[in-house]
């Protein structure tokens, strides 16, 4: 068989329901395991729906009962451990109306995570390049929403809009929850009032009743204005804001 016909081979993504497990370290004390099962996969990565919201550039640990013939690497050990880039997400409501779910593709970069993971578990990465006999290389993410001249790309609003700020669990229930509203906010992302301790890289789901919309949003960063109220800053992963 020729190289190209082989690459072109392996490259096919493949119907195969694995079960798998997935973890991942949002910040540098709050971590979440979810036991789901592939799509389809490929020896360079893979797709699978979650409950946790995620976002595009995020690191997770996958352990998958891979086939030895579709593993870059310990094709004799049991469970393949597999660390992955998340590439695209996309949230889908499913049809009995529950919590919404996340389908996720990933490419796989490795046996182990870059070394600036370890210092900032919320980094975000994006694929560097990749050969047919190698996974993914990664490099640091470079944000698009500000320009040279500091401004954002999506204009920020400076309208109260009501929300309901919630975090979960590892088991999908509600850990700490507040109603406050926000500073300003755009299509991509918003400042809101709060007095809950929300690390950086931390999910919250946000809820408007005046919107009558949900949406996921990734903390980004922490300010206090002249009046000394707390506000933290964050982006939106799952949808945008409709302004």
């Known amino acids: 068989m020729s190289e190209p016909e082989k690459f072109k081979r392996i490259r096919q993504r493949l119907e195969l329901r694995l079960p798998v497990r997935v973890h991942c370290l949002e910040a540098a004390d709050i971590e979440w395991t979810e036991i789901t099962r ?70 796989f970069i490795g046996k182990h995570p870059p070394k600036s993971y370890a210092e900032d578990p919320s ?25 040279v001249s500091d401004k954002r790309i999506a204009t920020r609003h400076n309208i109260p809009v009501d929300m309901l700020i919630e975090t979960v669990n590892e088991d999908g229930e509600v850990e700490q929850s507040e109603h406050t509203v926000t500073e300003n906010i755009s299509q991509k992302g918003a400042a809101l009032y709060t007095t809950l301790a929300l690390p950086v890289g931390r999910f919250v789901r946000l809820t408007s009743e005046q919107f009558k919309l949900t949406v996921h949003a990734a903390v980004r960063g922490h300010s206090t204005g002249p009046s000394g109220v707390a506000r933290v800053h964050v982006e939106f992963i799952d949808r945008e804001w409709p302004l």
């Open 38 to 107: 592939l799509i389809d996969v490929t020896p360079f990565g893979s797709r699978f729906a979650l409950k946790h919201p995620i976002e595009k550039g995020r690191l997770l640990h996958m352990t998958i009962p891979m086939p030895r013939q579709l593993r870059v690497f310990d094709h004799v050990e049991d469970q393949y451990r597999v660390w992955a880039l998340v590439r695209y997400v996309k949230s889908a409501v499913p049809p009995d109306g529950g919590s919404p779910l996340f389908e996720v593709g990933v490419a």
């Open 123 to 147: 980094k975000r990465y994006e694929v560097g390049g990749a050969t047919p006999e190698s996974l993914s290389e990664v490099e640091d993410w470079e944000p698009a929403e500000v320009t």
